[in-house]
């Protein structure tokens, strides 16, 4: 166990330390002149050049990498470009925090219920139920997000606003768009909408890899065998098919939490939630605001590498035959 987890510490700073220099190298190709786009096409050439040299973009690109990745180790991860000018630490692990509280919430309902969904259809293999939860699933996953987004809004947000007892209990509100620093509470309610939406990405691929799983396990011998021994049939689909046939799933999961954290732009912008996908695309990306495009992707390479090693332990948990070392 020792020797797996030096290596995998290993592996992630040395995947750190590739990604930071990807990404420098990436946000410094990129057209356009970062000067000019904040002080506007009107801005004189020596204005410009004033901006550059207080961006410190005049220097080589070794000396601009080993000032901010150095800075960056230490915690001082700079400030944003654009006005008001603000700490990008402290911005980006608010919004990290928002977003965090959306893939819990998003995993609470999709988890379960793709687990229940695939095992029905696993165990119901050629029959109605089988049928039905698959072409459901793949229907649902086939639309794009933004359709979702505003069938979900346009259907349960408006229809239950119109009903004067949800309005006055103030569920599923059509905007998302809450403060930044919200607390659950106040953030709770709109959250729902968003999480059912990314739900709905999420559940097919999901419901496949388990219904697959369970249907491989059942055609196994220790399954007639246990059967035979009279143990009881949800026993055995609980405690030994299901076991095995999650293994797979755990690494839909795990590697499905970088995306949720990180990677849910076009739901969060259809509601207006202020996650990290949309502070990526709306302030960093928008603006040319390359420090902040630095911290937010180092920020998702590392939340998924952790999301990996989480799977790693899940699957020596689910399966004692796997010995990580």
């Given at each position: 166990?020792?020797?797996?987890?030096?290596?995998?510490?290993?592996?992630?700073?040395?995947?750190?330390?590739?990604?930071?220099?990807?990404?420098?190298?990436?946000?410094?190709?990129?057209?356009?002149?970062?000067?000019?786009?904040?002080?506007?096409?009107?801005?004189?050439?020596?204005?410009?050049?004033?901006?550059?040299?207080?961006?410190?973009?005049?220097?080589?690109?070794?000396?601009?990498?080993?000032?901010?990745?150095?800075?960056?180790?230490?915690?001082?991860?700079?400030?944003?470009?654009?006005?008001?000018?603000?700490?990008?630490?402290?911005?980006?692990?608010?919004?990290?925090?928002?977003?965090?509280?959306?893939?819990?919430?998003?995993?609470?309902?999709?988890?379960?219920?793709?687990?229940?969904?695939?095992v029905v259809a696993g165990l119901s293999e050629g029959k109605l139920a089988d049928s039905a939860i698959s072409?459901?699933?793949?229907?649902?996953?086939?639309?794009?997000?933004?359709?979702?987004g505003l069938f979900l809004i346009n259907t349960v947000a408006l229809g239950w606003q119109d009903n004067p007892?949800?309005?006055?209990?103030?569920?599923?509100?059509?905007?998302?768009?809450?403060?930044?620093?919200?607390?659950?509470?106040?953030?709770?309610?709109?959250?729902?909408?968003?999480?059912?939406?990314?739900?709905?990405?999420?559940?097919?691929?999901?419901?496949?890899?388990?219904?697959?799983?369970?249907?491989?396990?059942?055609?196994?011998?220790?399954?007639?065998?246990?059967?035979?021994?009279?143990?009881?049939?949800?026993?055995?689909?609980?405690?030994?098919?299901?076991?095995?046939?999650?293994?797979?799933?755990?690494?839909?999961?795990?590697?499905?939490?970088?995306?949720?954290?990180?990677?849910?732009?076009?739901?969060?912008?259809?509601?207006?939630?202020?996650?990290?996908?949309?502070?990526?695309?709306?302030?960093?990306?928008?603006?040319?605001?390359?420090?902040?495009?630095?911290?937010?992707?180092?920020?998702?390479?590392?939340?998924?590498?952790?999301?990996?090693?989480?799977?790693?332990?899940?699957?020596?948990?689910?399966?004692?035959?796997?010995?990580?070392?």
């Amino acid at each position: 166990m020792a020797r797996f987890i030096l290596r995998r510490l290993v592996f992630f700073v040395l995947t750190l330390f590739i990604t930071s220099v990807l990404v420098f190298a990436l946000t410094r190709v990129l057209p356009g002149d970062v000067a000019r786009v904040l002080l506007g096409r009107e801005a004189s050439e020596e204005a410009v050049q004033a901006k550059r040299a207080e961006l410190g973009l005049d220097k080589p690109l070794v000396v601009q990498y080993v000032s901010w990745a150095g800075d960056f180790v230490t915690g001082d991860w700079g400030t944003t470009y654009s006005t008001p000018r603000e700490n990008i630490r402290d911005l980006v692990f608010q919004r990290a925090g928002n977003s965090a509280r959306l893939a819990f919430l998003t995993l609470l309902i999709a988890v379960p219920l793709s687990l229940t969904l695939g095992v029905v259809a696993g165990l119901s293999e050629g029959k109605l139920a089988d049928s039905a939860i698959s072409v459901l699933t793949l229907s649902v996953v086939s639309l794009p997000e933004f359709v979702t987004g505003l069938f979900l809004i346009n259907t349960v947000a408006l229809g239950w606003q119109d009903n004067p007892i949800a309005e006055k209990l103030g569920w599923f509100p059509a905007s998302s768009a809450i403060r930044a620093d919200a607390s659950l509470r106040e953030a709770l309610p709109a959250m729902w909408l968003p999480a059912v939406a990314a739900t709905l990405v999420l559940l097919a691929y999901i419901v496949r890899l388990v219904r697959a799983g369970v249907i491989e396990e059942m055609k196994k011998g220790y399954v007639r065998t246990a059967v035979l021994k009279g143990l009881p049939y949800r026993v055995v689909v609980v405690k030994h098919v299901l076991r095995n046939a999650l293994i797979p799933t755990v690494t839909v999961i795990a590697t499905s939490t970088g995306w949720l954290i990180s990677g849910m732009v076009v739901i969060e912008s259809v509601f207006s939630y202020p996650g990290l996908g949309r502070l990526l695309i709306n302030n960093a990306i928008n603006n040319r605001d390359l420090p902040l495009i630095q911290a937010i992707v180092m920020l998702t390479v590392a939340v998924i590498l952790v999301a990996n090693f989480t799977a790693d332990l899940l699957y020596a948990l689910l399966n004692p035959r796997i010995q990580l070392e």
